[in-house]
């Protein structure tokens, strides 16, 4: 039987997806709905995300990780760095059937979590996890890198940068701050402001 909770967030979803310009058939909303539980069910023991309710967690976590899908391929290939709880490249995974990833997370122990996510979701034959920072794994043949949420993440911006393939696009998620950095390094960068959202951005910054 569905909890309440898993009720808010399924409503949550229906809901405000047309805000994000997003559609979802009957099998994402059940593939983002057994996401949800999973990470629910491990969250106690590895705190992937902050502590927040299902109606937020929707929109705040899931609807503006699927804006990236305005901005991918059909079959793209990514790299999401940082990949933590699984956002914002798993919703995206659900969604999007025709795309495959590699998740490069640093943590061993959110790197089990995500094996299991993929595993758990039949995401296993479209992606895979490595768990190692960025910085030491070898540049892969993809054509987007993405990241949301990781530490110090302008700090290690110029090396990320550096790490992307050359014909790449970054998808960054972030604030004012991180344009100003992205300005900076003389790159091509496009900011587009979230839904529902006043200073919360998902960049697109092209190498050339």
Not at 4 to 17: C, G, M, N, V, Y
Request: glycine share 6%.
């Amino acid at each position: 039987m569905t909890s309440p909770t898993h009720t808010d967030f399924i409503k949550a979803l229906q809901e405000s997806a047309e805000d994000y310009g997003i559609a979802l058939d009957v099998e994402s909303v059940a593939g983002l709905s057994s996401y949800y539980e999973l990470l629910n069910s491990w969250n106690p023991r590895l705190h992937l995300v902050a502590p927040t309710s299902p109606q937020e967690f929707a929109t705040r976590h899931v609807l503006e990780s699927l804006v990236l899908l305005h901005h991918l391929d059909d079959g793209s290939r990514v790299a999401d760095v940082g990949s933590g709880g699984g956002l914002p490249i798993l919703p995206c995974l659900i969604v999007e059937r025709r795309i495959t990833a590699t998740l490069i997370e640093s943590s061993k122990k959110k790197a089990v979590f995500l094996r299991e996510a993929l595993n758990h979701l039949k995401l296993s034959e479209r992606a895979t996890v490595v768990p190692l920072r960025f910085e030491v794994v070898a540049t892969p043949n993809v054509d987007f890198v993405t990241c949301r949420a990781v530490e110090r993440f302008e700090e290690l911006l110029p090396e990320l940068i550096d790490w992307a393939p050359s014909s790449a696009t970054l998808l960054l998620f972030g604030g004012e701050g991180l344009r100003t950095q992205l300005i900076k390094s003389g790159l091509s960068v496009e900011g587009h402001l979230l839904p529902n959202s006043e200073r919360r951005f998902l960049f697109v910054v092209r190498k050339r």
